[in-house]
């Protein structure tokens, strides 16, 4: 559970499986939140300065568990890369669930 009130955003980091450049991904997670609202899925650099991914994705979500896919552009540079959940400073809950990055063939 993500609250707002104490994260202004969550980011996700898995160690060593660095990003290609010139390579596409898939980015898929399950989302859903305490009260209607949107967030924002962006990629970042794990390191500075910290450039966009790709990724930069508002997304609106409710109270039912939803799936959300996104397939965005070629990496800039190797990576590791991660990805940040922005839900602001709203208040009310978010959840995330079952995250999958994959390349793209």
């Known amino acids: 559970t993500v609250t707002a009130a104490f994260y202004y955003d969550v980011q996700l980091k898995q160690i060593e499986v660095p990003a290609v450049a010139g390579t596409s991904y898939q980015l898929c ?29 508002p997304v609106s979500i409710d109270e039912t568990w939803r799936e959300v896919c996104f397939t965005f552009g070629v990496m800039p540079v190797a990576g590791p890369y991660r990805l940040a959940i922005e839900v602001g400073e709203a208040t009310p809950a978010v959840w995330a669930d079952d995250v999958r990055l994959r390349s793209c063939p």
Do not use: S, Y
Not at 46 to 57: I, S, V, Y
């Open 29 to 57: 997670l399950m989302l859903k939140a305490e009260v209607p609202r949107t967030v924002v899925l962006e990629l970042v650099e794990d390191d500075e300065p910290w450039a966009t991914g790709g990724l930069w994705e």
